[in-house]
């Protein structure tokens, strides 16, 4: 089965192992995540000022786009995955907005795009957008894929971390049945063997485009989240957002700076967790961007 | 600290404006301050995001315009999900951020210095893009 993908810039240049392990996991699993032929980056954070058009038009377009190929588009990237679908919902229901918008895709379309006629019709949400646990747990299934398990992931504890913008705004993002206490990723742990670790800051904010202008407090923020999972005693850390890792993962270069005796703990995709169960090799699924290398902690449960 | 009140400063048009491009109603809020219990951030702020809603119901829109906290704010979204009266100060921050970056006369408060330090060190794009967005304008 093929599904349409938007990979978005970050997997398409310094998450790369991310995008990799995804596409290779969802090949086990049956799913062909067919890239859009075109697309750009997305903007990564959804505009909450009422009169944006500008802002959003990037999303729509990638969206446009994916409307060429299919009734769905799936996403990894935490942020792109709220960005097109806080951008979808503007699409549905605001007039105003949808009818500027298609304005511009309609000038595209005469403009640039002759030969392969950009749209056939106006974009107004024609397009689900699914994150690729969603596409798991509803297209796949969690049964199917615990099917799939070549190495159950037993006795591994491991700490599924959300963060923000998987769940908020609840009402637009409904991601999860209760923003508060989501429970998606402890399925798809448990489903793969795992001993699933609960932590009170796992839909906490790790920071996330504050270590730009302010790195200390960002760090803080992170700081915070690795310290609820370490106390947990957690092996590790599984996230869907390039942002969180590096807040999580890069910065705890820092936090040892600061903490005296502090115990790192390694934080990975949740595909690349899922990949050791598939039994896709570790060397392909390359752990080689972790700052702390979770092949250790791995090792110690005879995963690697 | 003094505040000068009128009913016209209270009715100011630019509180307004804030009202319509955060999409909030500022009346809503009754100051619980969950939103500023919930704040990740809330530390490094000098107007609390429940205060920052309390000077713009009495009109002081300026010196909210000036504080530290708009710019803080890293747009997680918390003081919005926990919000009894359904008011989204990560809105009205975004609002508040709106106004003084379109003015043009701001410095920008991320800058190429604060890009190239991160980009050194292998940030991912999002958190570029993002933080350009969202503070520079
Ligand atoms: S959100 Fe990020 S990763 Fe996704 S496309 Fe946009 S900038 Fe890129
Ligand atoms: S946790 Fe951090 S990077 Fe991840 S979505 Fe939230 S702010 Fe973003
Ligand atoms: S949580 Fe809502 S009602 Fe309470 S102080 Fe904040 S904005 Fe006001
Ligand atoms: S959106 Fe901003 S103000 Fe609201 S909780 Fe998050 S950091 Fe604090």
Known sequence: MKIPYYPGCTLHERALDFDKASRECANVLGVELEELPIWTCCGAVFPLTTDSVMEILAAVRNLAYASRMGDKVVTLCSFCYNVLKRTNKVMREDAERREKVNLFLRADTETRDKTESFLKKDYVGQVDVLHYIEMLRDVVGFDEMAKRVKTRLEGLRVAPYYGCMLLRPHGEMEFDKNPEQPTIFEDFLTALGCDVVDFPMKTECCGGFQIVRDEETAIACSQTVVASAIKRDADLIITTCPLCLYNLDRKQKEMEKRVSGFRKIPVIYFTQLLGIALGIDAEYLDFSDNYVDPRPALAEKNLV | ?137
């Open chain 2, 1 to 137: 600290m003094r505040l000068r009140l009128s009913g016209e400063i209270i009715k100011s048009d630019l509180v307004r404006r804030v009202e319509d491009l955060s999409g909030q109603n500022i009346a809503m809020c009754y100051q619980c301050g969950r939103c500023s219990a919930g704040c990740p951030v809330v530390d490094e702020m000098d107007i609390l995001p429940s205060e920052v809603i309390r000077l713009l119901q009495l009109g002081q829109i300026e010196e909210v315009l000036d504080s530290k906290t708009i710019w803080i704010c890293a747009s997680c979204l918390q003081c919005a999900s926990r919000c009894p009266r359904g008011v989204e100060f990560s809105s009205i921050c975004d609002a508040l951020r709106a106004i003084v970056l379109r003015r043009r006369t701001a410095t920008p408060s991320v800058g190429a210095d604060d890009v190239s330090r991160v980009m050194r060190t292998d940030a991912p794009q999002m958190g570029v893009v993002g933080a350009l967005r969202k503070l520079n304008g």
